[in-house]
Nanobody, 129 residues
Framework: QLQLVESGGGLVQPGGSLRLSCAASGFTISAYATGWFRQAPGKEREGVSCISSTGFTTNYADSVKGRFTVSRDRAKNTVYLQMNSLKPEDTAVYYC??????????????????????WGQGTQVTVSS
């Protein structure tokens, strides 16, 4: 059973931090590029941050650059999104996805085009005072 399970969401004050986790089961996530995406009420889903299978290459949306950091832990079969200096506009359901990218496909393309072979169920992040 191939699954991705997000965790770590919750309510946080503006300026606060959260660390999201995406745990894979049924497959080895180290072979996949992985992305974090979010969807706010009434808005389209957007790419937040994506990372290559090796962890060497990363991509961030302009709106989160300098505040969010994506990483992966091969031993734990898990991908993380560290979110700092959170803003109310970061409020959304956050999803992780894993994809076997075709040759020449960049992690930026994964984020921009919402590419995913497997998707998690999402975790709610609410930034409010």
């Amino acid at each position: 059973q191939l699954q991705l399970v997000e965790s770590g969401g919750g309510l946080v004050q503006p300026g606060g931090s959260l660390r999201l986790s995406c745990a894979a089961s049924g497959f080895t996530i180290s072979a996949y590029a992985t992305g974090w995406f979010r969807q706010a009420p009434g808005k389209e889903r957007e790419g937040v941050s994506c990372i290559s299978s090796t962890g060497f290459t990363t991509n961030y949306a302009d709106s989160v650059k300098g505040r969010f950091t994506v990483s992966r832990d091969r031993a734990k079969n898990t991908v993380y999104l560290q979110m700092n200096s959170l803003k109310p506009e970061d409020t959304a359901v956050y999803y992780c996805a894993a994809a076997l990218l075709a040759r020449g496909t960049t992690v930026q393309a994964m984020c921009d085009s919402l590419l995913g072979d497997y998707w998690g169920q999402g975790t709610q992040v609410t930034v409010s005072s």
